[in-house]
């Protein structure tokens, strides 16, 4: 009589395994998410055999030889920015984004510029028909020898298949689509997600060969399937934007050969993907000078700093409860500025509705925005607008004082490239570094302190 399999029941949602179904998943709380999966055979686990042959074997570290890891560097330097100075041969790259943002298209760009530079390319897909993918590569101008399309989703299929290419680089579009024939569940389920990234872990490591994974989004935002996935690979990328807006922002949440928090600014046209060489005069260009609810700030993303306009507009409410909107920042952030506004410098805003947003589309989260926060709302309550050369930065604590920064001469050196005057910057940021010619540093200890350097005009 043949051996029963035992089955275990999972939930889609974070990955929880339990050894009987149950309604609602204790450890996220999601509903109806519990499937049912035949548990894997211990013996049948792989360990990490190259190509060749060779196993992995424990070594003392004195015997390890390291050196800085080689970098391929692409034809786009704001991709090249956010990996770190270009792609890793043996690393693993998770790139999530919104349905229609732009993933295949970066990666197919990508793609052939790898190519370029003399490595061979293999182009998993398991969404497209070869067809498809040949044409999106004719509109975008993708063409190269060493360039290979595989429509497959079979995992076993896709690691016979570089085992006889030896290809530089692989990239599978998308993890979601895998399929581990040794795994009874369905594609795109928790073990499936889970066991084809782990192959592919092993092909990365043991072979040197950089792998490109494009991972679905929930709509929520957050990358579908286990967050182990995440943990697993050597850097995650988002690929955000509108899809009714042209310009898309990659940014970096986690890498292990480079800074995170780092982006890198696109715009999409008829040709593919074109990089922006100046993200700050593209968040600025459409400012209206001397508007009152207007106030531009340094704000730091990863190594670079980026001009950004922040707007605010304050309106006396018609209801009971006065209603707060942010976009682009931080609710709670708002909340608190508006009550320390109140509180410190004697403005009555609790009557009052506030619809705050950072303008261009870019998400701001450092505390360093509170100061141009702070201006906008008082620029647009008291209806006096802020000088079109002035820049803010600077964390705003409960009490009112202005906190210091991080990186400000990087601040500053921006706004000067960019034509500002003045910039107001914490009071003990000042002091062991040269300030730039063409403007004027003003060191500001309180909120209330900044309105009135500020000057705000009728």
């Given at each position: ?6 089955t ?9 395994e339990s050894?009987?179904w ?13 499937v ?5 055979d211990?013996?049948?686990r792989?360990?990490?055999?190259s190509m ?10 004195q015997?390890i ?6 970098r391929?560097?692409t ?17 693993l790259?998770?790139i ?6 732009g ?9 052939a ?10 182009y ?6 070869a067809?498809?993918i040949k ?9 190269g020898g ?6 497959e ?25 895998m399929?581990?024939?040794?795994v009874?569940?369905?594609?795109g389920?928790?073990?499936q ?21 494009v ?13 182990m996935?995440e943990h ?9 934007g ?9 940014r ?12 890198g600014?696109f ?20 400012r ?40 682009g920042?931080?609710?709670n952030?708002?909340s608190v500025?508006?009550a ?5 410098a004697g403005?009555?805003?609790?009557n009052q ?7 261009g589309?870019?998400k ?6 509170d ?10 309550y ?6 079109s ?42 002091g ?27």
């Amino acid at each position: 009589m043949a051996k029963k399999k035992s089955t275990k029941f999972v939930c889609q949602a974070c990955g929880y395994e339990s050894p009987k179904w149950m309604g609602r998943c204790p450890n996220c709380g999601s509903w109806n998410e519990m499937v049912e999966e035949v548990v894997a055979d211990k013996n049948d686990r792989r360990s990490r055999v190259s190509m060749t042959g060779v196993a992995a074997k424990a070594e003392p570290i004195q015997r390890i030889t390291v050196s800085k890891e080689p970098r391929i560097k692409t034809k786009l330097g704001e991709l090249n920015r956010v990996l770190g100075g270009g792609v890793v041969p043996g690393s693993l790259v998770l790139i999530g984004g919104d349905p229609g943002i732009g993933k295949s298209t970066l990666l197919l760009q990508v793609s052939a510029q790898l190519n370029e530079t003399g490595g061979k390319v293999l182009y998993v897909s398991g969404e497209e028909s070869a067809t498809q993918i040949k044409l999106r590569a004719e509109r975008l101008g993708v063409d190269g020898g060493n360039f290979y399309i595989y429509p497959e989703t079979d995992m076993s299929a896709i690691r016979q298949t570089v085992e006889e290419l030896k290809p530089d680089y692989v990239i599978i579009d998308s993890i979601q689509t895998m399929n581990q024939p040794d795994v009874t569940s369905a594609a795109g389920s928790v073990s499936q997600v889970r066991e084809s990234t782990a192959d592919l872990m092993r092909i990365a490591k043991t072979n040197n060969i950089a792998i490109f994974i494009v991972g679905h989004v929930t709509k929520e935002g957050a990358l579908a399937g286990p967050r182990m996935l995440e943990h697993m690979v050597d850097t995650v990328l988002y690929f955000e934007g509108d899809r009714h807006q042209s310009f898309r922002v990659l940014r970096a949440v986690k890498n292990r050969y480079g800074s995170t928090n780092e982006i890198g600014i696109f715009e999409m046209r008829n040709g593919g993907l074109a990089e922006v060489l100046n993200p700050s005069e593209m968040f600025l260009e459409e400012r209206l000078a001397g508007e009152n609810g207007s106030a531009v700030v340094a704000a730091m993303e990863g190594t670079r700093p980026i001009l950004a306009e922040i707007q605010a507009l304050i309106t006396p409410t018609v209801f009971g409860n006065a209603r707060r909107t942010a976009s682009g920042v931080d609710y709670n952030r708002v909340s608190v500025i508006m009550a320390v506004l109140e509180k410190r410098a004697g403005m009555l805003l609790q009557n009052q509705d506030a619809y705050l947003k950072a303008a261009g589309g870019v998400k701001l989260s450092e505390p360093a925005i509170d100061l141009a926060i702070a201006i906008s709302i008082v620029s647009s309550y008291q209806e006096k607008g802020t000088n079109s050369t002035d820049c803010f930065v600077g964390e705003i604590g409960l009490t009112g004082e202005v906190r210091r920064v991080d990186r400000i001469e990087q601040r500053v050196n921006e706004a000067a490239k960019l034509g500002f005057k003045r910039i107001f910057i914490p009071k003990n940021n000042i002091g062991g570094w040269d300030f730039p010619k063409g403007i004027e540093v003003i060191g500001v200890a309180t909120i209330t302190d900044c309105i009135q350097k500020a000057q705000l005009r009728n």
